[in-house]
């Protein structure tokens, strides 16, 4: 192992411009794909953000006792789709809509507006179908006059999240092959360059096991070294964007961030395990 | 040591490389294989380091044979000949001693035995004194000793050399076989190819000519092999 990892550095110390091509081009490559994924996390955190307003309001009949409210509220409250179930009595509804609606708050007249019960839903219960599921069984109710919920707002909403989704997964895996087969044809160069040394080796009776140790470390550490530019690019690009466009921008969470430093070293490791074993079936 | 069953070979692109060649090298023996080029000497060394595995056929080195021995074990074979070429095939970053170590590091020999063993190895082929020196700053003649001290060093059973001498002038190519004569002395079997008959016909080693891929001439029930010899 010792050997593996002083070759490793040797081959860094001989061909440096084509260790720092090779970390670049990595580096570029998950660049790409990392600022994709940022535009892709921000859209999915503005949806996110959309879709929790999703919200269901029961009217209650006028003269219903505010206990049996509280407790159907209560037993909506314990639905599995349900985040939050809030009672609104009149007086309520009445202050939040002179708030609302400001220089007409003067149409409202006190006992106008019905009570209600507003329900909040989980995350991953906000689609047209756990909706429309909750308001169904809400609507029930012997005291529930009316249930709305914006049914054609949270099918949109459900569709544009949809296509996001879908569209983000082909042009992310679309990104992620690319980058891979530059990586790919770059970690291959390194070992073409090194060709003459793995033939030497095999003739002196070398393992190909052997072989192959050095440019995995070379390629783990090739695609670490990229990851970790990339990053650094990543974070000066979102930055200056949100300096000269003047918005905040989600940055990726730690998970994240290690996640992508992680998937550089696999491409690295992966790719030269690759290269190196094709090169070695070839000669 | 190294035997041939009717060997053939066959290229998919070249055809015919080498047909129903049979021989065996002994142990401690000198051999020579001459002819043409595109006769077939260096498929006979390439099946000799299972570089390539006859098409019918068999080889057997030291007890290895070509139709049992998986990829993954050649360099079990590997670890007991050395292979010397016509190009040296030396590491042009490295010096002449880290070349010779290279053969024992890749195989996990022990590091304190690497030292004195490549001062042995460089110290035989009279380069001990440019153990420091880069394969640039080195003649032909000098480079060739380098890849013989690195196919020495694991102390091999047979040294397989094509044409080692091919890119040599007259004064190196007699140092370097003499050299190699030295190394078979000390009993290691030596199988080279050569084209440079003057080199044959100065010694009464044994001679395997090739033509078209066949054997067409063997002198060993003429002459006898160097460990036979009186």
Wanted: no cysteine; hydrophobic share 45%.
């Amino acid at each position: 192992m010792r050997i593996a990892f002083r070759d490793a550095l040797f081959a860094f110390r001989k061909a440096p411009l084509l260790s720092a091509l090779s970390v670049s081009t990595i580096a570029f490559s998950l660049f790409a794909f990392a600022l994709f994924g940022l535009v892709a996390l921000n859209i999915k955190q503005a949806l996110d953000s959309v879709e929790e307003r999703v919200e269901i309001r029961a009217f209650v009949a006028d003269g219903t006792p505010v206990e049996d409210i509280v407790n159907a509220a209560l037993e909506i409250g314990r639905y599995g789709e349900v985040q939050s179930a809030t009672l609104v009595t009149q007086d309520q509804a009445l202050a939040r809509a002179r708030k609302e609606l400001g220089e007409f708050s003067d149409v409202f007249e006190p006992g106008v507006l019905p009570a209600s019960i507003d329900i909040k839903l989980k995350p991953g219960s906000r689609d047209p179908r756990s909706v429309g599921k909750v308001a169904a069984r809400v609507r029930t109710i012997a005291f529930v006059d009316d249930v709305r919920y914006g049914e054609e707002w949270i099918s949109q909403l459900h569709r544009l999240r949809n296509i996001a989704g879908v569209t983000g997964l082909a042009l992310g895996l679309a990104f992620a092959v690319v980058a891979v087969i530059i990586i790919g044809a770059t970690i291959r160069m390194t070992v073409l360059a090194r060709s003459k040394e793995i033939s030497i080796m095999r003739l002196v009776g070398a393992t190909d096991g052997f072989i192959r140790r050095p440019f995995l470390i070379e390629g783990f550490a090739k695609g670490v070294l990229g990851g970790l530019l990339a990053l650094l690019l990543t974070f000066v690009a979102s930055a200056t964007l949100e300096h000269y466009l003047h918005f905040r921008a989600l940055f990726f969470d730690d998970r994240l961030v290690a996640f992508g430093i992680a998937g550089g070293a696999l491409i690295g490791l992966f790719g030269s395990g690759y290269a190196v074993g094709r090169h070695l079936r070839r000669v | 040591m190294i035997q041939f069953f009717n060997v053939s070979k066959e290229f998919p692109r070249t055809g015919l490389a080498l047909s129903e060649a049979t021989f065996r090298l002994h142990k401690g023996e000198f051999a020579f294989l001459t002819g043409p080029s595109g006769a077939g000497k260096s498929t006979i060394l390439r099946l000799a380091y299972f570089e390539e595995r006859p098409t019918t056929g068999e080889v057997r080195v030291s007890g290895m044979s070509s139709s049992e021995l998986r990829a993954s074990e050649v360099s079990k074979l590997r670890r007991r000949l050395g292979i010397v070429f016509q190009d040296f095939r030396l590491l042009e970053d490295r010096t002449s001693e880290a070349n010779v170590a290279f053969a024992l590091e890749v195989i996990g020999t022990p590091r304190a035995q690497i030292a004195p063993r490549v001062n042995r190895a460089l110290t035989q082929v009279g380069l001990a004194a440019k153990a420091k020196a880069f394969p640039r700053e080195l003649s032909g003649g000098e480079q060739q000793r380098v890849a013989i001290a690195r196919a020495l060093v694991n102390d091999p059973l047979a040294l397989i050399a094509d044409e080692p001498t091919g890119n040599l002038d007259e004064r190196a190519t007699r140092s370097v076989f003499q050299l190699l004569r030295d190394i078979n002395s000390a009993g290691t079997a030596v199988l080279m190819a050569t084209h440079d008959l003057d080199l044959v016909r100065r010694t009464d080693y044994r001679t395997i000519e090739l033509d078209h891929g066949k054997i067409v001439f063997d002198s060993t029930e003429t002459r006898p092999a160097v460990g036979e010899r009186p």
